[in-house]
């Protein structure tokens, strides 16, 4: 199974928005209505920000929202905060491919 | 708060057998599945397996011949034993939850993982 595509780094300044896609095929992202998205701070046990493609989990911030479009997934953090740099992965659900994993975002708060 | 912790030892012999531990506290470990995650230098993370707290397993087809998990719920932990590892099964070894309701289980996504524990494959 390929990893889905997510790009190496985004960065943003402190208020801004910034998006972070996963791209995977119409064998996963594209037929899942279950994507979910992750953080993880250096050294950190990862942290679940998004599922089922928009749903936050209880006590994540509303600064964090997810979306999907065809086979891309999106994760949007809105309001950028320094305790936002982090690394986040995507991941995709599907009956074939159990769970399919993005490459990873590093985020960068400049 | 639940937290999971991962113990084993970092670093297994080659064609030898990996085997590791979680411990589950803050919460019971009944009735939700468990699941076993890795991540490797230059790969991305793979799902290894899940087991029900009653001892239902699912595995991953890539490593179903090499991979046995277990569940000791009088202890609140849940292990993972992957035979004849070779430098390939290097990698941090994440454990993580996936949570039950009394109508349905969130097979999804994962709910709480622990820090991760790093394995090297070397002689």
């Known amino acids: 199974q390929s990893a889905l595509t997510q790009p190496a780094s985004v960065s943003g300044s402190p208020g801004q928005s910034i998006t972070i896609s996963c791209t995977g095929s119409n064998s996963d992202v594209g037929s899942s209505n279950y994507v979910s998205w992750y953080q993880q701070h250096p050294g950190k046990a990862p942290k679940v920000v998004i599922y089922?493609?928009?749903t936050r989990p209880s006590g994540v911030s509303d600064r964090f929202s997810g979306s999907k479009s065809g086979n891309t997934a999106s994760l949007t953090i809105s309001g950028l905060q320094a305790e936002d740099e982090a690394e986040y992965f995507c991941?995709?659900?599907?009956?074939?491919?159990?769970?399919?994993f993005g490459t990873g975002t590093k985020v960068t708060v400049l | 708060q639940v937290e999971l912790q991962e113990s084993g030892p970092g670093l297994v012999k080659p064609s030898e057998t990996l085997s590791l531990t979680c411990t589950v506290s803050g919460d019971s470990i009944s009735s939700h599945y468990w699941s076993w995650l890795r991540q490797s230098a230059g790969q991305g993370l793979e799902w290894l397996g899940r087991i029900y707290s009653d001892g239902y397993t699912t595995y991953n087809p890539a490593l179903k011949n090499r991979l046995t998990l277990s569940v000791d719920t009088s202890k609140n932990q849940f292990s993972l034993k992957l035979t004849a590892v070779t430098a390939a099964d290097t990698a941090l070894y994440f454990c993580a939850s996936q949570y039950c309701t009394p109508t349905a289980c969130y097979l999804y996504y994962f709910g709480d993982w622990g820090q991760g524990t790093l394995v090297t494959v070397s002689s």
């Open positions: 089922d493609v928009t």
């Open positions: 991941c995709s659900y599907g009956r074939s491919n159990p769970y399919v």
